[in-house]
């Protein structure tokens, strides 16, 4: 038997359904909400050749143990590995916004990053295989959930996948306290990858030179650097806001 778990709410099974149909084994939608998002998603289902279960609330909060998952909770098969980046950008209704992080070995720091990632609705986090935290179990209880609804991408050549990004259109952003371009100029309204270095050390050396622009966050106290899951914070909104305002304003 493969290696199965829980995913719940709208953007993780939506994902899940666009990106690897196959691995859903059992999908249950609440019978409570006949909602114009639910009828997307049992659309959704229905085009990829996913059959739907009808449950009672009670239900839902049984097997996803809480009730937090918005009335959609399936049961996937993750044996076959997580998706890639070319999955992801495959398909995409608006410009990807990725989160890239450079040696992050804090796990408490990962699973911050996760929940801005979910909360500022990135579509991908990129992790290098090599001298970085992974995913674990202190990260998936910081991350407060939002490992099941991020999808988190792992490569062994972190300055080649950076390179594939730019080749699909994706701009790739360093976040470097020494760069000249400041975050409040920047423009954020394209395909974008967001790279954030290690705690301390920041980007190395090859992973800054890889980027297409290096941005800094101003800051007007005393404090030097902000702690990555901070600075990721701050960068995502800002994207989040760019995108939000009207060009031209």
């Known amino acids: 038997m493969g290696a199965q778990r829980i995913v719940y ?3 993780a099974v939506t994902a899940r359904l666009r990106q690897a149909p196959d691995t859903v084994k059992e999908l249950m939608v609440s019978e409570a909400r006949q909602d114009a998002r639910m009828r997307d998603l049992l659309a959704a289902a229905a085009r990829v050749g996913v059959s739907t279960k009808p449950a009672a609330p009670e239900r ?3 097997v996803a143990g809480h009730g937090r998952h918005q009335g959609v ?3 996937v098969d993750d044996s076959g590995g997580r998706s890639t ?3 992801i950008l495959e398909g995409l209704d608006h410009p990807a916004l990725l989160l890239v992080l450079d040696g992050v070995q804090d796990p408490h720091n990962l699973g911050a ?12 986090l990129i992790l290098p295989k090599d001298r970085a935290v992974g995913i674990n179990a202190t990260v998936a209880k910081v991350a407060c959930g939002a490992v099941d609804t991020v999808p988190v991408i792992t490569v062994t050549n972190l300055t080649r996948c950076l390179r594939e990004l730019q080749e699909q259109g994706v701009w790739v952003l360093g976040a470097d306290a020494e760069a000249k371009e400041s975050l409040f100029t920047a423009d954020l309204r394209g395909p974008l990858a967001w790279v954030l270095g290690a705690e301390g050390s ?9 980027c297409d622009r290096l941005v800094n ?3 007007s106290g005393t404090v030097a650097s902000l702690n990555v899951s901070v600075a990721t914070g ?7 806001a760019a995108r939000a305002t009207p060009a031209g304003q």
């Open 9 to 11: 709410g709208f953007h």
């Open 60 to 62: 839902l909060d049984g």
């Open 73 to 75: 909770v399936a049961l």
């Open 85 to 87: 980046v070319a999955d």
């Open 113 to 124: 990053c996760l929940r801005s990632c979910d909360a500022f609705g990135v579509d991908a």
């Open 202 to 210: 920041g980007l190395r050396r090859l992973t800054r030179d890889t």
């Open 217 to 219: 966050i101003p800051l």
């Open 234 to 240: 701050i960068c995502l909104y800002a994207t989040r």
